[in-house]
């Protein structure tokens, strides 16, 4: 079995799969409004700068948290970006699950770097 090959049937197996396909489309219909393009890339970076504090062990502050909760509200009331951010979870969970189980598979709690 050449792994190379089975990497590429997993990959074509992702493209296809309805999560992708789903998030691919939300995705598109964001990038035609650039606005609410925008507000989500500001909701993600402000998200991703709270898990990196905490992964550094530190914790978000009050104010980090208050924001970032206001941020959610006002991008969730738009269908479109609450359905786009629906999607994108529903991929990374798949995703995540799809290294979990190779991490398991390989003897391992999960892959590094990942």
């Known amino acids: 079995m050449n792994v190379y090959d089975q990497a590429h049937q997993l990959a074509k197996a992702i493209k296809e799969s309805e999560e992708f396909k789903r998030y691919q489309s939300a995705e598109d219909m964001i990038k035609t409004k650039p606005d609410l393009d925008q507000m989500i890339k500001d ?36 269908p479109m970006a609450a359905s ?5 979870m529903r991929f ?8 979990e189980i190779i991490g398991e598979a390989i003897g391992k709690g999960g892959i590094p770097g990942m």
């Open 92 to 99: 990374s969970i798949m995703m995540k699950d799809v290294y």
């Open 43 to 78: 909701f993600q970076q402000k998200s991703m700068e709270i898990q990196l504090k905490q992964m550094a062990g530190e914790q978000p502050d009050a104010e980090d948290m208050q924001k970032i909760q206001q941020l959610y509200g006002i991008v969730a009331m738009d």
């Open 84 to 88: 786009y951010m629906d999607a994108e």
